[in-house]
């Protein structure tokens, strides 16, 4: 059983306190795929142009992530720059060059359609449900959205949420969703749009499950440098659908186990530290299962009291 990831894979040019690259490899799709790797197959849905470089897919593949989806047309692949303030909570976006994303129509391939789970990366909430319209076979379906698309396809993103699991969203997107600026009280209101489970990001200060009554708060891992925090967001995804992917989860009655899910988060925080240390996808080249269960285990240490 597999998960179907869809989203943008693209070259990104990024710059932090530590440091400046021009060009390197990104995409909210590559960092799901590369995260949610660790715990499951993955089947990627995406576009790239003639420019993306064999050492790409290489690292891709290299992870047995299925790229039959990967469409490579002629022209450039999308582009995104962006620039984080000193403490790196804030950034700016310099350039968003849509390039071959533009025309992204996903077509999933017959190998992919039967598939039980879907992640949808953050894009067009039409081009999202159609995704979802052609796998007959979901067990388990959600994603990610982005102010963008709450505040200009609002009908069009709540048609879409309609019928998801589980939606993973930062706290000032889920307060621009709800109209409730308490984040309890937009959680459930967001909970009645159609996903049971929702997961709040707050960035370096973790996440928080909201799962029908009932809330879980996930710590964000302490680091001790944080080099560059693109992807994070989408690797926390990737930790989490990967997470119940791999163990088969899925609802009972349009319920997710409670436990499970509590463990998804963790992974989720635990993938979404792990990408802060290096540069772009540089720490995933050389990060191990072993390390990943070693940080969940940290994570359990240094918040269990009695
Ligand atoms: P995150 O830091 O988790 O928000 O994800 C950053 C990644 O999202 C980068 O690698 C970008 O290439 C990608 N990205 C940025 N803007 C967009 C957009 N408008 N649509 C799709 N992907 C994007």
């Known amino acids: 059983m597999s998960l179907i990831v869809v989203g943008s894979v693209a070259y990104d040019g990024v710059e932090t306190p530590h440091g400046k690259i021009d060009r390197m490899l990104g995409g909210a799709a590559t960092y799901i795929s590369l995260a949610a790797a660790y715990f499951t197959p993955v089947k990627l849905v995406g576009i790239v142009g003639d420019d993306f470089a064999d050492e790409d897919v290489e690292l891709l593949a290299s992870r047995h992530i299925d790229l039959a989806g990967l469409e490579r047309v002629p022209g450039k692949t999308f582009f995104w720059s962006g620039v984080y303030s000193a403490d790196m909570n804030d950034r700016t976006t310099l350039r968003t060059d849509l390039n071959v994303f533009a025309d992204f129509n996903p ?3 017959e190998t992919y359609r039967g598939e039980p789970y879907l992640l949808l990366g953050n894009i067009q909430p039409a081009l999202q449900r159609s995704v979802q319209s052609q796998m007959p076979q979901l067990k388990l379906a959600g994603g990610d959205t982005m102010n963008y698309w ?3 396809f609002r009908e069009e993103l709540l048609e879409t949420i309609a019928a998801w699991d589980f939606l993973l969203i930062n706290d000032s997107e889920a307060r621009q969703l709800s109209g409730q600026h308490n984040l309890r009280r937009a959680a459930a209101r967001i909970q009645g749009m ?3 489970t929702l997961v ?3 960035g370096e ?3 928080v499950l909201f799962h029908g009554d009932g809330h879980f708060m996930a710590p964000g891992y302490l680091l001790e440098d944080v ?3 693109t992807g994070a967001g989408d690797c926390f995804a990737g930790g989490f659908i990967g997470y119940l992917a791999g163990r088969g989860v899925q609802p009972s009655g349009g319920n997710l186990d409670p436990a499970e899910l509590r463990r ?6 635990v993938m979404g530290s792990f990408c802060c240390e290096k540069f772009g996808v540089d720490r995933f080249r050389s990060l191990t299962r072993a390390e990943i269960d070693a940080r969940f285990r940290e994570f359990q240490t240094c918040t269990a009291f009695v």
């Open 227 to 229: 080099f560059d925090p």
């Open 200 to 202: 709040v990001k707050r």
């Open 107 to 109: 077509k999933l391939p």
């Open 264 to 269: 998804a988060v963790i992974y989720g925080s």
């Open 150 to 152: 709450i505040h200009d």
């Open 205 to 207: 200060y973790g996440a």
């Open 194 to 196: 159609g996903p049971r």
